[in-house]
């Protein structure tokens, strides 16, 4: 249980606005399920570096386990909370401190949703290139602090190569402020990229310098049906190729989730036909409009004479273009059966349709009338599947991880393409990881965080 005596040391320099307890915490959850109450007793909603450094320091001290939230967002439990941690939100932190428009770069408090930065980039005519289904609640400290990855990977690369500098607060309060805003920096170690990607496990990310990029002056999306998977990896190489550069996504849905999206309820509506192999999202952005427009209307009459394509249906607004990328980001609908169980994997691109065919294989041999869909940033090897838990019985869940995990060592997949380990996936990290990683892992936690204070149990 929680100390009274830390309790009351906390309250005695925290404000009031900045302490959350008892009824007070009706209504708040520990993660993006909604419907289950959270755990913790008390929930502190710190507003500066200063103050998560007070909070650090008093529970270090204390051994108290402290737990962070950003936009709860994640998919990996990851901000589970129990009865015995503190959880410190960064809901207070929303500031984007200042936008730099010649060297494009913002600083930013981790409680800014990345959706905040996009519109606030936009307005000086620059963006921030990172962008994913839940931008509007999402956090930039909790996308550093999973390496979020999203639609753009394959042009902008992952949050970490958008990351300049940080500020984060080590377990025992020190603060290391490392806000570079440099692209080339080489004095010594990169430390910024001890926070990135380490879910929190080795100190709270509170400030961030991020790399902005020129507003795209253009935006050209088409969708397009294809019937094989070799003329798929052959029309990402040939859209590569023609569009010299400013190819930014290309999203395909396995047949499944196509239709699933599409048809009704779904407020979707086909952009082609039902009834081939794969659909594909391609999207370019560019800043000369006219001839954008020409080089992508261009590859895609080359790609439909080469037959790569068998239909396809060009964006002629951004409306169209908007109701074209709602397609990909229509997650939801997977949830018209009930409950699922989803899953976020990576691999090389060529193992993908062998490794989808083993993962049907096995799923339906258990169950045969089962239900799961596929879809993904398929540029990137990034998939996404989500299964159904309707009529599978209530221990399947273990069953599902074997399936869809197990045949990713053979082929040099990663469990985890973007979503982090958190709780869920900590036990089949040494699918991803061999043992000698996995120990230095170890060294570098207990070397920032000893006594194991900074959201116990997540990676390990």
Same mark, same amino acid.
């Not at 800043?287 to 954008?292: F, I, N």
């Given at each position: 249980?929680?100390?009274?005596?830390? *309790?009351?040391?906390?309250?005695?320099?925290?404000?009031?606005?900045?302490?959350?307890?008892?009824?007070?915490?009706?209504?708040?959850?520990?993660?993006?399920?909604?419907?289950?109450?959270?755990?913790?007793?008390?929930? $502190?909603?710190?507003?500066?570096?200063?103050?998560?450094?007070?909070? @650090?320091?008093?529970?270090?001290?204390?051994?108290?386990?402290?737990?962070?939230?950003?936009?709860?967002?994640?998919?990996?439990?990851?901000?589970?909370?129990?009865?015995?941690?503190?959880? *410190?939100?960064?809901?207070?932190?929303?500031? *984007?401190?200042?936008?730099?428009?010649?060297?494009?770069?913002?600083?930013?408090?981790?409680?800014?949703?990345?959706?905040?930065?996009?519109?606030?980039?936009?307005?000086?005519?620059?963006?921030?290139?990172?962008?994913?289904?839940?931008?509007?609640?999402?956090?930039?400290?909790?996308?550093?602090?999973?390496?979020?990855?999203?639609?753009?990977? @394959?042009?902008?690369?992952?949050?970490?190569?958008?990351?300049?500098?940080?500020?984060?607060?080590?377990?025992?309060?020190?603060?290391?402020?490392?806000?570079?805003?440099?692209?080339?920096?080489?004095?010594?170690?990169?430390?910024?990229? @001890?926070?990135?990607?380490?879910?929190?496990?080795?100190? $709270?990310?509170?400030?961030?310098?991020?790399?902005?990029?020129?507003?795209?002056?253009?935006?050209?999306?088409?969708?397009?049906?294809?019937?094989?998977?070799?003329?798929?990896?052959?029309?990402?190489?040939?859209?590569?190729?023609?569009?010299?550069?400013?190819?930014?996504?290309?999203?395909?849905?396995?047949?499944?989730?196509?239709?699933?999206?599409?048809?009704?309820?779904?407020?979707?509506?086909?952009?082609?036909?039902?009834?081939?192999?794969?659909?594909?999202?391609?999207?370019?952005?560019?800043?000369?409009?006219?001839?954008?427009?020409?080089?992508?209307?261009?590859?895609?009459?080359?790609?439909?004479?080469?037959?790569?394509?068998?239909?396809?249906?060009?964006?002629?607004?951004?409306?169209?273009?908007?109701?074209?990328?709602?397609?990909?980001?229509?997650?939801?609908?997977?949830?018209?059966?009930?409950?699922?169980?989803?899953?976020?994997?990576?691999?090389?691109?060529?193992?993908?349709?062998?490794?989808?065919?083993?993962?049907?294989?096995?799923?339906?041999?258990?169950?045969?009338?089962?239900?799961?869909?596929?879809?993904?940033?398929?540029?990137?090897?990034?998939?996404?599947?989500?299964?159904?838990?309707?009529?599978?019985?209530?221990?399947?869940?273990?069953?599902?991880?074997?399936?869809?995990?197990?045949?990713?060592?053979?082929?040099?997949?990663?469990?985890?393409?973007?979503?982090?380990?958190?709780?869920?996936?900590?036990?089949?990290?040494?699918?991803?990881?061999?043992?000698?990683?996995?120990?230095?892992?170890?060294?570098?936690?207990?070397?920032?965080?000893?006594?194991?204070?900074?959201?116990?149990?997540?990676?390990?």
């Amino acid at each position: 249980m929680i100390s009274g005596d830390l *309790v009351a040391t906390l309250k005695s320099f925290l404000p009031p606005a900045a302490i959350v307890e008892g009824a007070d915490l009706k209504g708040r959850s520990s993660n993006w399920r909604l419907d289950q109450p959270i755990a913790s007793p008390l929930l $502190l909603r710190p507003a500066s570096t200063e103050e998560v450094s007070r909070i @650090l320091a008093e529970c270090h001290a204390a051994r108290q386990p402290v737990v962070v939230h950003g936009g709860l967002t994640g998919l990996v439990h990851g901000t589970d909370a129990t009865e015995a941690d503190i959880v *410190v939100s960064m809901e207070r932190m929303r500031s *984007v401190e200042s936008i730099d428009s010649v060297q494009r770069v913002a600083v930013a408090q981790a409680g800014v949703t990345l959706q905040q930065l996009q519109e606030a980039a936009d307005a000086q005519g620059l963006s921030f290139p990172l962008d994913l289904g839940a931008r509007g609640s999402a956090t930039l400290g909790g996308n550093a602090s999973t390496n979020a990855g999203g639609n753009r990977v @394959l042009r902008f690369g992952m949050t970490r190569d958008m990351v300049l500098g940080v500020e984060a607060v080590l377990a025992d309060g020190t603060v290391i402020s490392s806000m570079n805003r440099l692209i080339k920096n080489n004095a010594g170690y990169d430390l910024k990229q @001890l926070f990135v990607g380490s879910e929190g496990t080795l100190g $709270l990310i509170t400030r961030m310098v991020l790399r902005l990029r020129e507003k795209p002056a253009r935006q050209d999306v088409a969708f397009a049906a294809v019937d094989d998977f070799e003329s798929l990896t052959r029309l990402l190489k040939h859209m590569d190729r023609a569009l010299g550069g400013s190819l930014s996504a290309f999203e395909v849905m396995w047949p499944a989730f196509y239709r699933l999206v599409t048809t009704e309820p779904a407020k979707g509506r086909p952009p082609v036909p039902h009834g081939h192999a794969y659909y594909v999202l391609i999207e370019a952005m560019g800043g000369d409009s006219p001839a954008d427009a020409q080089r992508f209307d261009a590859a895609l009459e080359v790609a439909l004479e080469q037959g790569l394509i068998v239909d396809a249906a060009i964006a002629q607004s951004q409306t169209e273009a908007a109701a074209i990328w709602a397609l990909r980001d229509d997650v939801l609908q997977t949830r018209q059966f009930g409950e699922v169980f989803g899953f976020d994997v990576s691999m090389p691109i060529a193992e993908i349709p062998a490794y989808v065919d083993r993962v049907d294989a096995g799923f339906h041999r258990r169950w045969p009338d089962g239900r799961f869909w596929v879809f993904g940033h398929m540029g990137d090897g990034n998939l996404h599947l989500v299964f159904s838990r309707g009529g599978l019985p209530d221990d399947a869940h273990e069953t599902v991880e074997r399936i869809v995990y197990e045949p990713l060592q053979a082929i040099g997949g990663s469990i985890s393409a973007e979503h982090g380990i958190g709780i869920e996936k900590r036990r089949w990290l040494p699918m991803s990881r061999n043992a000698q990683e996995i120990a230095l892992m170890r060294t570098l936690k207990n070397a920032l965080d000893p006594r194991g204070i900074l959201n116990p149990g997540r990676i390990f």
